[in-house]
Structures are given as structure tokens and as C-alpha cells.
């Protein structure tokens, strides 16, 4: 067996939006206008896709509903390259804005979207901006029942109250009405914090050399790595959106960077999907409720 093929197997994934539907930029009124933008987002996931067939990566696309009915060649050509397809809800309403009614028909008719395309069952799940939170806990219920097999939406950023699971790559969520599996991207506890290093905006203000150092350090532990992009990352050539200047600086700093990094990275991590990770037998062996319905890591706790 090669060095290659013994290199943990880590997990990427993509959350495939428009430029112009991030939160940062969010109001009714240009949500009324979505229609009217040039799309980029066909152009830029398959610069994303072909990228990774360079390296022979495979990742998770979390997928809005709102794009794959206006890109299903897009999304069926990412199936037909041995990616996974999970949900990123319909219309990248954050979950903290919508009652769970209204939660429920956006993860529903999501799923139903993508399934229909690829004809196979969608298991994943990723809020936009990560909004499922402990005060509206009752999303993951609602997963449950939808058909959601795990989920990726808790991400535990600058925070000393949050437990070392999150820093290890999955763990076990009971619900009142069944179980998930809960896959948070990557932080590094630090002094006591937690310190996201698991993609995005951290990507881009990071140099590649630091967020390799960081990451290498989770691996060291034997944690698993979730990162995290999204195909805007890619682009630096988008229109640019009006909004506060902090937002704007977030969301378009070093996106000609972000090609040349995600590159070193699928060279220099071993990755794969959610769904391949979540999959090992070890990872599926029947585990005990705890008696306070809170999930149980799996894995080990990571201190930097």
C-alpha cells in the first residue's frame, strides 16, 4: 500500500450559491431581484469540479434548491462525477428567521428538488451561514422526519462555552423523534476558544501556510477535517455587491487567492465526502443514548 492511500480521509464540501445570495448581503428587497443578476455560479462549480478531477478529490456539494432548479445539468454532472449531493435548504433563508413550519417546507422541498434530479436519496444537510443553533434546536427534529440523515449546520466559532466535540468531526444528536449525525466544520481549541479553521472568509485571511500549520495540528490529534468553500470563492472577477463596508471586505478579500490555495490543499490533505466518511464501520457502530439527548463525540477531543 502507497503513503498516499494511508493519508487520513478528510472531508470537503462546497456550499453552491450565488454571489449575490450571501447572508452578508441579504435584504428583501434584493431577494426579489435574485432573478435579475447574472448567475455565476454554473461557471464557477465546474472550475471547482474540474480542479478536483485534477487530483482525484472528491467532495459533498451542498446544493440550494433555488440553484439546482436553475442548473440541474450542473448538478447531474456533478453525481456523474462520483460527488455527493446534500442540501443547503431552498432558498438560503437562515434558519433563526423562519418558524419551523417554515423550515420544514424549505428542507422539504429542497430535498425533493435534488432528488428528483439525480434519483437518489439526498442524507445531508447544511443551514445557510450555519444558523441552526441551540435556540432553535427543533430544525434537527424536523430533519429527523424529513429523511435527513446527518447534518452539517453547528459551527462552534470563538466560542469557550462549546464542548471538544465539536473540534473532532462528528458526533451523535438525539432527537425526540430519532437520531442524526452531526458533522460541524473544523475549529481548533485555543486557550479555551474555539478557532474556526475549517474554510470560508478563514481561508482567504489566513495564509496558506498558517491554515496548513492549523489543520496539520487537528490531523496530528486524529481528528477528522471538515472544510468548508463555496464556488464565489473562486471569483474574482463578480460583480460587486452594494452593502457595509465590513461585508464587503469579508466577502471579496483574497478571492484571487482562493483557486491557487484550494489546490495546495486537495495536494496536501486526502479528502473525500461526507457521506464516505460518515460510512466507515466505525463510524456506524450502534452507540448509547446519553440521558440529557445531547450528541456524543466520536473521536478524539482536540486542544491546541
Not at 454532472?77 to 449531493?85: K, P, Y
Request: proline share 5%; charged share 25%.
Amino acid at each position: 500500500m502507497s503513503m498516499a492511500a494511508e493519508r487520513p480521509i478528510h472531508c470537503l464540501s462546497f456550499d453552491v450559491e450565488e454571489h449575490f445570495q450571501v447572508s452578508a448581503f441579504w435584504s428583501d428587497e434584493r431577494r426579489q431581484q435574485w432573478d435579475r443578476y447574472e448567475s455565476r455560479v454554473g461557471e464557477n462549480t465546474r472550475r471547482l469540479a474540474e480542479l478536483l478531477a485534477k487530483h482525484g478529490t472528491k467532495a459533498t456539494f451542498f446544493v440550494l434548491g433555488w440553484v439546482a432548479e436553475r442548473h440541474p445539468d450542473l448538478v447531474k454532472s456533478l453525481v456523474a462525477q462520483g460527488h455527493e449531493i446534500a442540501s443547503h435548504g431552498y432558498g438560503h433563508e437562515l434558519v433563526t428567521t423562519q418558524s419551523p413550519e417554515l423550515f420544514r417546507q424549505d428542507v422539504r422541498k429542497s430535498k425533493n428538488i435534488l432528488e428528483d434530479l439525480i434519483g437518489n436519496a439526498v442524507v445531508g444537510y447544511r443551514a445557510p451561514s450555519f444558523s441552526i443553533t441551540s435556540d432553535n434546536s427543533w430544525a434537527l427534529s424536523i430533519l429527523v422526519e424529513e429523511g435527513y440523515q446527518y447534518d452539517s449546520s453547528i459551527y462552534e466559532r470563538f466560542n469557550r462555552t462549546a464542548t471538544s466535540r465539536h473540534c473532532a468531526g462528528r458526533f451523535e444528536v438525539n432527537t425526540p423523534v430519532g437520531s442524526l449525525w452531526e458533522v460541524p466544520p473544523s475549529t481548533l481549541r485555543v486557550a479555551g476558544f474555539h478557532i474556526p479553521v475549517a474554510g470560508g472568509g478563514y481561508f482567504r485571511l489566513f495564509p496558506y501556510a498558517v491554515s496548513k500549520n492549523l489543520l496539520r495540528r487537528l490531523e496530528s490529534h486524529g481528528a477528522t477535517l471538515v472544510m468548508y468553500l463555496h464556488p464565489w470563492e473562486i471569483d474574482s472577477q463578480q460583480p460587486r455587491m452594494d452593502g457595509p463596508w465590513l461585508s464587503q471586505a469579508r466577502h471579496y478579500m483574497n478571492l484571487d487567492r482562493t483557486e491557487s490555495r484550494l489546490a495546495a490543499l486537495v495536494e496536501d490533505f486526502r479528502f473525500g465526502t461526507i457521506a464516505q466518511f460518515l460510512a466507515r464501520p466505525e463510524i456506524l457502530a450502534p452507540q448509547k443514548s446519553n440521558s440529557d439527548n445531547q450528541g456524543r463525540l466520536v473521536g478524539t477531543a482536540v486542544r491546541g
